[in-house]
């Protein structure tokens, strides 16, 4: 059995990390920089301060420390002189790795951006079936690691980053007990599974349209304002992680639109495979919006990343509206590559031109809005109607003779 008896606390006092990352030849030092903000706004999101950041030019990461020597020692000595609680570092680190850098660091916690995530789902995962997949993520994630550190580190009063599991109790520590545990929650997972395609299957067939995108975009709000679903949001990342799916009427034609988890760059693997089935709700989608913040610096890699993700649990390729959110935020003098002198176009026409470029390519559909100021929203909404008809159609071509009533859903 699982010990539970500690409980995790809101009311410690907030962690304080140093964030570590490399350049390398592949990752050049101004996606570096964009990367540790990111890092920086993920311990945010779990209430850690960043009180410094070390960045080093390597041509790979070190295989047995990340950095190399010099920058180790650099760090070792600011740790040393200052209250740090853990040291994040922006990429994932090989279990030898932690061995090695723990044995460095001692009394201070390595943690990588991985195990960084799976705290956050931890925190988020509201569902019996999204607080297992998580669970066993994290078991899966730890068993090669259990070393030295994570026993030490369960002692310690207080619970914080790396060992909360969901459901505010403790990870378990050891070995044998975890594998149980991974063993456990496979086979319970594959029953909720079961039953859940079976729901799924019951259900009357309407037209699924699933809302996806990087963390922080704008989903859930968008949500909020196609349908009546009082759903999270929030300016953190991963605000959701459990879908939620909701009824939505238009013109008397029934849809399910589904808000989903967040994509971000390097999201642990475990996690994608452990949440295989709350991603069956992408997959099965018959129409997706993919929601982009129009307003962050690196959109183009986000759109870049979420595309690519979906490509991996098999969901591309589906009729696709690119909703560019965030409109009211965007300055395009800030975004566009403007050389000295050269005049700053309009909003409009650089908005074409971007509109131009992915209509050709990457997608059926481009739609600016803004879901919070609920601008362009008609203009979504017709799209995704004309688009939501035409399928709906396609299942239902007698649809207008039934008068309405034929389809019966509990959504
Ligand atoms: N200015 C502005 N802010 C927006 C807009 N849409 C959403 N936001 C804000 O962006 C933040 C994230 O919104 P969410 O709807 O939680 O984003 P999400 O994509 O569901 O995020 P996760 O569930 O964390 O992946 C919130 O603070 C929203 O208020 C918009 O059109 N303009
Ligand atoms: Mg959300």
Redesign the pocket.
Known sequence: MIDKKKLYSTAEKQETAVLVAVSTQKQPAEKTKEYLDELAFLATTLGVETVKTFTQNLERADIRTYTGKGKLEEILIYVTANPVDMILYDDDLTPSQVRNLEAVFKDIKVIDRSLLILDIFAMRAQTAQSKLQVELAQYQYLYPRLTRMWTHLSRQSGVGVGMRGPGETELETDKRLVKDRIAFLKEKLEKIDRQSTTRRKERDRLVRVAIV?Y???????LMRGLSKADVF????????VDSTVRKVNMENIPFLLTDTV?FIRKLPTLLIESFKSTLDEVREADILLH?VDISHPSFEEHLDVVNKTLEDIGAANKPTILVF??I??YNPTFNADNDEGQEIEQTESVLEQLKKSYIADKADHVVFI????KENIEELRNTLFSIVKEKHFSIYPNWLDLGYTAVQTEE
């Open positions: 995108g963390t922080n975009v704008g989903k859930s709000t949001a929030e300016n953190k990342l991963f605000a959701t967040g929601v959110n965030k009211d935020l803004s879901a919070e100021k």
